[in-house]
């Protein structure tokens, strides 16, 4: 390589570089590389030459799930709503931790259209057609899995909140729907006479256990022969 042709090269990167770093208060330095210095973003919904699709936002991979997520085999539509009421049924005991869980689900995502109570008179009421009561005959005598689907998917004007609430914590908010109903109240009721019934009678084998030895050594104890008799008197103790 040619001194004499890098030299002048060489001078000019250093002179840019001096000069792009006495950048002071409003006035910046000299940008040598503007493609380095400022991006070119794109907006979530702005179209892109740049996709198969056409669009800054991609759809997944066909076929694919999130890493964690749990396939629902079910569609929208009434049908299906059905299907889902006969064939699925809730897992999660209404244990204190769920009917919590469920009240605070509740409270985020469905007070704003069905109230406090369930009665259909959230705060948007007046800019938005009225939801239905969920204390209505009609709603308490759905299926927690129909439930769970409308949840899921939506239903009519309702939007689907499958996106937004998780698997287990659609179940609990069905929990605080029934809950709202009397429905779950019982069935926490029962569930906790169940558990504490458990427990006594765990802690009355647990009793049992303790005194089987002790039972144990009296019996042995009474059946174990015992010292040889003494002899009656005036016969000696010996031929």
Known sequence: MNPGRTTPILALFVVAGALSCDAQGDRPGIIVLPGMVESIPLDTWEPSDLTPSGGALMAPPAGTIPAGHTVFPFGPGEDEAARAGCELSNPLAPTAENLARGEWIYATYCH????????????????FPNPPNLLANHTR?????????????????????GTQILSDDRWRATQ??????????????TADLAVATDVELEEEAEVELEAEPETAVEAEVSDSPGPPAAPAAGTGGTP
Not at 117 to 126: Q, T, V, Y
Not at 178 to 185: A, E, F, K, S
Request: net charge negative; charged share 20%; with cysteine.
């Open 141 to 161: 005598e759905l299926e927690d899995g129909r439930i769970y689907h409308v949840i899921a998917l939506g239903q009519e004007l309702m939007p689907a909140c």
């Open 112 to 127: 704003v259209c069905h109230g406090p109570a369930g009665e259909g008179d959230g705060p948007i009421i007046g800019k």
């Open 176 to 189: 605080h729907v029934r809950q709202l109903q009397g429905i779950q109240t019982a069935a926490a009721a």
